[in-house]
């Protein structure tokens, strides 16, 4: 099997194995609406090879925006025709477009979003440090209808299908993590498994009824966490589980933002960047910025994961193993070479990278072009990190990228 052969999402034949992993552009105004650079984004992205683009975190409603200023949202009808040039420019090239679907759950902060922050379980986030207020029942199901309404609005503004966002420990990670064990509503987990697969059950069912079958429905989770073992019984639980839900492919990601910079793992860890762009030291007193930068700033190496190739493989294979849905792996995919050797060993039946395409949106030409091909990434997560500020997501490493 090759990177370059023809491939199926469910119903969504897509024309390489190779695919655009969601990654937040900062390319929309305030209120989520895409800008022409935004359309300009995903166009390079398609007219560059790659056969299927997946959009950073879209909003499906403003309780669950992200702390990003200028992250998309597709909370209301009027923001469908806004959508429709992007998906227009990506099928000109004749690629994919799946929209990420996400409610932030604890992982947001209210002076950003206005409103309370809510979550499906008591207990503040590490990071944000804001407690949250626990959803209702009714509030849940509400919840699940502005993803269905959301994937609605996708497949009017001309998407190929949408992805539901259940990693990273956003709200629908939440569902699949042991703290939602403290839940005794219908939400809360099933004895059997220790997780609640409620409401995305009740999200996959209405996005069925609403959008023809035809329009794809993929997930992406974590298979791992540092905070929680979901070690390989859990995972290989969770994972059967899946194969028996009408989705149409399984992205398979690590952690929750508790330890964000293991989601990416990178070199070391960009400070300076830190420093200059992350709104919430930023927005901290002097004094605060002070202890942090020379007392707190030092310790934060403490638990951060090292970035090794393909870094999240192995849990793609335990899910091949024991599901029929296409599987994608994401995380640490450098060169042809490893992409070639995960996809020939069947632990991944497709590749997914996010930071390559920051580093080289056209990347899919060149890879196949040449066997030898490396990524210019260099890992240094400064990317990752200015997604704090109002700055596009560009490459910022010194040496090749511009300089935010
Ligand atoms: C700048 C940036 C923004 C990201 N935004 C999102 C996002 O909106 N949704 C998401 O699921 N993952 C997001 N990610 C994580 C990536 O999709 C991916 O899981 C992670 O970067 C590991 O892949 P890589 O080694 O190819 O970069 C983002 C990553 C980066 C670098």
Known sequence: MSLFTPASLGPVKVRNRLIRSATYEGLCDRSGVPTGHYVDLYRTLARGGCGTVITGFCFVSLQGRAIQPLQAGIDSD???????????AVHRYQSRIFMQLAHCGKQTLS??????????????????????????????????DQFILAAKRAFKAGFDGVQLHAAHGYLLHEFLLPSIGKRKDR???DPSTGISLQLLDEILTGIRQTCPRHFAVLIKISGATDSVP????????????????ELDGIEISYGTMQQALNIFRGESIPLDTILDHDRQYRQSSRCIRFVWKYCA????????????PMYNLEYAAIAREHSALPVISVG???????????????????????????AEPDLAVKLESSSRWRSHCRNCN????????????VCRYPATGKKG
């Open 187 to 189: 939400y809360g987990p």
């Open 78 to 88: 009027e923001k469908i025709d806004a959508f429709k040039p992007v998906a227009d």
């Open 111 to 144: 002076r950003y979003t206005h409103l309370p922050v809510v979550s499906a379980t008591p207990g503040a986030a590490r990071y944000f440090r804001e407690r949250p207020r626990v959803l209702s029942t009714t509030e849940l199901r509400e919840i699940a």
């Open 297 to 308: 700033a030092p310790f934060l190496s403490i638990g951060i994961r090292r970035f090794t």
């Open 230 to 245: 979901f070690d390989r019984v859990r995972f290989t639980r969770f994972i059967k589980e899946l194969s028996h839900r």
């Open 382 to 393: 400064r990317c990752v990190v200015a997604t704090g500020s109002e700055l596009p997501t």
């Open 332 to 358: 640490g995919f450098r060169s042809a070479d490893e992409m070639t050797r995960a996809l020939t060993s069947g632990k991944t039946g497709f590749v997914a990278m996010s930071r390559p395409f920051v």
